[in-house]
């Protein structure tokens, strides 16, 4: 079975960084583009940050470009979002998903996405 699982959410105060893991179990993360979404209730969730199959390319929403990061470990099957010099408008609960469609770029679109995780919640605030 498809399983993603996010951890690494929590409190932090502004400026300060957090490194958000999304691991897989039931397949291999690096044959499928992955993305980082964030949701506020209420609000649409938004796409943050993805990196396609093999890790070609990435994409990343304006707001966190030069502050957030993304990568693959494929020993570890993981993808990790790295972000840095938060602010309280990050706050969300943060969602990893896979794209299952095929070998392709990566997209910030959540439609795109058909395998999800929990998510995991962060929380910027003084």
């Known amino acids: 079975q498809l399983q993603l699982v996010e951890s690494g959410g929590g409190l932090v105060q502004p400026g300060g960084s957090l490194r958000l893991s999304c691991a897989a179990s039931g397949f291999a993360l690096h044959y499928y583009a992955i993305g980082w979404f964030r949701q506020v209730p209420g609000k649409l969730r938004e796409g943050v940050f993805c990196?396609?199959?093999?890790?070609?390319?990435?994409n990343s929403a304006d707001s966190v470009k030069g502050r957030f990061t993304i990568s693959r470990d494929n020993a570890k099957n993981a993808v990790y979002l790295q972000m840095n010099s938060l602010k309280p408008e990050d706050t969300a609960d943060y969602y990893c998903?896979?794209?299952?469609?095929?070998?392709?770029?990566?997209?910030?679109?959540?439609?795109?996405?058909?395998?999800w995780g929990q998510g995991t919640q962060v929380t910027v605030s003084s």
């Open positions: 998903a896979a794209d299952t469609a095929g070998m392709r770029d990566c997209s910030l679109e959540h439609y795109e996405y058909d395998y």
């Open positions: 990196i396609s199959s093999y890790g070609g390319s990435t």
